[in-house]
């Protein structure tokens, strides 16, 4: 094949120089899952302290395991969690495509070109063959048989129409070595290496091959990935120098694992970001939480804005360890987010976990939300707190009883009529107008304010602990509703 080397000078003329370029590269081949976005996060992290370019690269070269919403769900989990690119199949950019499906005619280019350079050969072998063949040492992987094939025999095959592949040409001899940015200096014997398949049979590329020619022509200077790809960065360095081309610098981050045994999967339930967004986890704790997954910045601060990230965030603090994913922590910094949202903003985000218990159109969405700000970790656990506003739930006389508050069958049914009597009269029903006719009456009645309060709380709400107190619950559940539940609570006492 005649090579159209302006072409390759065009494509490298376009490429980006002197800036920090860093690329989130995501199969559309299910949904986020938390090492996912922590590597997107520490890519984007790292574009943003450096003044850098964030790239969104969407690799879609293995078309079998394609899910049809998946980069929907990629471009929603992105923008939900801040990480705005600054280049990207969305919104273009200086060196598109940025789909690798759309830049298929690119990698049979640079394939014929590695050939040329004596970096990658013809693989004319089937599939029997390949099982059939091993290295000297006796090790199962290709033999690189069809490497030794002279330009005849070559050219015999081509011409008669035998389907090939296009392997990469690992040398026999010696070692590669290669750097990254937590591991440090790594040296792979190169007997160790397989000629591994850069373009299949059918002119796609494998992920090995395409990632490299597009994170060299997309300038990518820094290239965060999972800590299971260093087995296969010799190869990946073996290509960029067969080339001539620059090596980026290289992040392998170690697993996230759900103990010290397991890594986390969503094959075995482990929650992806739409799980913990559907579980009542706020996006911002998430992507706080999933920040400190086996990164420090030093210190004892732990609760960070993402701003705040983009201008400490340092590659040297990510730990060599696998991080355990701890939901007992990720509760901790969810509450803590939840507490420091305005009271309208967490009634927003409150509201439609509310209205799955209270039915009622007219319900006191904030004052209700007001309640609960401070009582939970996540919003699932508002439904089952605020139940007894839509209904009043089945209750005995015994909650009336309660040592502490000294409520007794007696000094209850005395409150509750007392109460009963002064909440018909009362003009304005707002929480002073309540708070302060209910402590005028303990001290009419004698009574300790606990004495008083206990009783009516447990007629409001049926229950022995709820989010709020007496005073908050009967003024939600308005003066009506209140006298009604207060005159059953009496009607128990009977």
């Known amino acids: 094949m005649a090579l159209d080397y302006k072409w390759f000078e ?51 070269t293995d078309q079998k395991r394609l899910v049809g919403d998946a980069v929907k769900v990629i471009y929603e989990t992105m923008a939900r969690c801040g990480l705005s690119h600054d280049e990207g199949p969305d919104v273009g950019g200086p060196v598109g495509p940025y789909i690798q499906t759309d830049r298929r005619d690119f990698y049979g280019k640079y394939a014929e070109l590695l050939i040329e ?12 063959d390949e099982e059939a ?9 290709y033999d690189g048989r069809c490497s030794r094939l002279s330009p005849e025999e070559i050219q015999a095959k081509l011409d008669a129409g035998v389907p090939y592949v296009i392997r990469q040409k690992i040398p026999r001899e010696g070692s590669t070595t290669f750097s990254d940015e937590i591991f440090g200096e790594i040296t792979c014997p190169n007997d160790s290496l397989d000629d591994n398949v850069l373009i299949k049979s059918d002119g796609l590329p494998t992920y090995n091959f395409a990632n490299v020619i597009d994170d060299h022509l997309m300038g990518i200077t820094h290239v965060v990935r999972g800590s299971e790809y260093l087995s296969s960065a010799p190869k990946y360095d073996l290509l960029y120098k067969s080339f001539g081309w620059d090596i980026p610098k290289y992040i392998h981050c170690p ?16 929650p992806s970001y739409e799980d913990l967004l559907a579980q009542g986890y706020l996006s911002d704790a998430v992507v706080n939480y999933v920040a400190l997954l086996g990164w420090s910045p030093g210190g004892e601060q732990e609760i960070y804005s993402l701003d705040e990230l983009c201008r400490i965030f340092n590659i040297h603090g990510i730990s060599k360890s696998p991080a355990i994913f701890d939901i007992v922590k990720l509760n901790y910094f969810n509450s803590e987010y939840i507490r420091a ?25 904030a004052g209700i939300a007001a309640l609960l700000q401070q009582r939970c970790e996540k919003l699932t656990d508002i439904p ?39 909440f018909e009269a009362l003009p304005e029903w707002t929480d002073t107008a309540i708070h302060d006719c209910l402590i005028a009456k303990a ?27 007496a005073v908050e619950i009967c003024r939600i559940l308005g003066k009506d509703e209140t006298i009604r539940r207060l005159k059953v609570g009496l009607e128990k006492l009977a």
């Not at 010290?260 to 339930?269: E, W, Y």
């Not at 001290?443 to 107190?469: D, H, S, Y």
Request: aromatic share 8%.
């Open 10 to 60: 065009e494509m490298e003329a376009r490429i980006p120089k002197g800036e920090v370029r860093t690329r989130f590269a995501p199969s559309p081949t299910g949904y986020m899952h938390v090492g996912n976005l922590r590597t997107a996060l520490y890519t984007y992290l790292i574009a943003r302290v450096n003044g850098g370019k964030f790239i969104l690269r969407i690799e879609d």
């Open 443 to 469: 001290v009419e009645l004698g009574m300790k304010n606990a004495t008083l309060m206990w009783p009516v709380r447990i007629a409001a709400a049926g229950l022995a602990v709820t989010p709020g107190g």
């Open 133 to 141: 063949s091993s290295d000297d040492k006796g090790f199962a992987k």
């Open 384 to 422: 089952e707190k605020i139940g007894f506003f839509d209904e009043l739930p089945e209750y005995t006389a015994d909650l009336f009883v309660h040592k502490k508050s000294k409520s007794t069958p007696e000094t209850a049914a005395k409150a509750l009529t007392e109460t009963i009597a002064m």
């Open 117 to 128: 350079k004596g970096g990658a050969y013809r693989c004319f072998c089937n599939k029997d």
């Open 255 to 270: 697993p996230v694992m759900r103990d010290a045994h397991n890594k986390m999967s969503k094959r075995h339930g482990d």
């Open 341 to 365: 949202l305005t009271p309208e903003a967490f009634a927003k985000e409150a509201e439609p976990y509310i209205r799955q218990a209270v039915k009622k159109p007219d319900a006191d969405i």
